[in-house]
């Protein structure tokens, strides 16, 4: 595969096509980034773009994670020394699921979005956009939650990251694209230059294919759940025999084989029993596709083997969480 395909495998789409060209042509010492608001626990969120942030690390990039501890302080999500402690027990899962830690910079938000010069900088940007354009870009209020003056500065704080942390490259998923275009409007308007972003696909529910697997609401896998908890959940997931549901639902069975684990193994085996036609190897997605739409594999076989080899991505960051915690 050749830095350019690398770079955008499993993208749902770039900002701009050109621009990730020009990357792709001269990666050494570019630099990408992904911000997470610490939650203490990686779930299958994360770890999508994580993914994509080893795929760059391969390509030759260098990775920066921003452990956005401002950010969790405005979303009002405790101290900042609560906040550092969930952050840190973040860096450690990230680096046990194969980020290389001595190519992955973590910068705390704190570290640079306190300083004087980020402040006025900030202070501008609240001066030429509009509320409206602000609102649009924020992420989405939960239900019952009111919203607040730091709910509308936080994606302008978003946007100046990407200057202040020096990046080549933003990377967050598709729900990120409303913020990395406020950037791309803004940041010009500051004297700074426009970079290009690459959004991830957003993985439908678990259980219903609808909508958007979620941390917060539903069903999803995160590096706390053990091994039976992780079976389970995937034995009770939605997997129609097909890669097209009906009308707006996707298979997010199929989606994570996508998604997660090819991206990270050679190849895949589906162990069955010789009565039922033996094992299946596939060294590619779409040939695993094929074969549950045409009925060669079943959706419990698939859904099993699908529990086994996530199992073995988070098996790593499950362990390390063990040992902070214990």
């Known amino acids: 595969m050749d830095t350019y395909d690398l770079i955008m495998r499993n993208a749902e789409e770039v900002v701009t096509d050109e621009e990730v060209r020009e990357l792709a042509d001269d990666p050494a010492g570019k630099r990408a980034y992904v911000g997470y608001e610490p939650s203490g626990v990686l779930h299958l969120g994360h770890l999508l773009t994580a993914n994509k942030l080893i795929d760059l690390q391969e390509a030759g990039m260098e990775v920066v994670v921003l452990l956005a501890d401002v950010h969790a302080y405005l979303n009002g999500k405790g101290t900042f020394e609560e906040i550092r402690d969930t952050a840190e027990q973040m860096k450690a899962q990230f680096v046990a699921y194969g980020l290389d830690e001595d190519n992955t910079e973590f910068v705390y938000g704190s570290e640079f979005q306190l300083d004087e010069e980020y402040t006025l900088d ?26 607040k003056v730091s709910h509308v500065v936080y994606p302008l704080m978003q946007c100046l990251d990407i200057e202040y942390l020096d990046l080549d490259l933003a990377v967050g998923g598709l729900d990120q694209r409303k913020v990395h275009m406020l950037a791309r409007e803004e940041l010009p308007e500051l004297g700074y ?40 959940k995937v034995n009770s997931a ?36 010789d009565k039922y036609g033996g094992d299946l190897t596939y060294e590619a997605y779409e040939d695993l596709a094929a074969d549950l739409e045409s009925g060669e594999l079943h959706p419990a076989d698939a859904k099993g083997t699908l529990a086994t080899y996530l199992d073995e991505l988070i098996a790593p960051g499950r362990e390390k969480l063990l040992e902070i915690r214990d």
């Open 238 to 273: 939605f997997c129609p025999p097909t890669r097209d549901p009906e009308g707006d639902l996707e298979n997010p069975v199929l989606e994570l084989f996508e998604y997660h684990v090819f991206p990270r193994f050679e190849e895949v085996v589906v162990e069955r029993p």
């Open 122 to 147: 900030l202070h501008e940007l609240e001066l030429s956009t509009t509320l409206n354009r602000a609102q649009r870009a924020m992420a989405e209020i939960q239900g019952g939650e009111t919203a």
């Open 193 to 232: 230059d426009v970079r290009p972003a690459l959004h991830t696909p957003i993985v439908a529910d678990l259980t219903s294919g609808e909508g958007k697997m979620s941390s917060s609401e539903g069903v999803t896998i995160s590096m706390e759940d053990s091994t039976d908890d992780l079976e389970e």
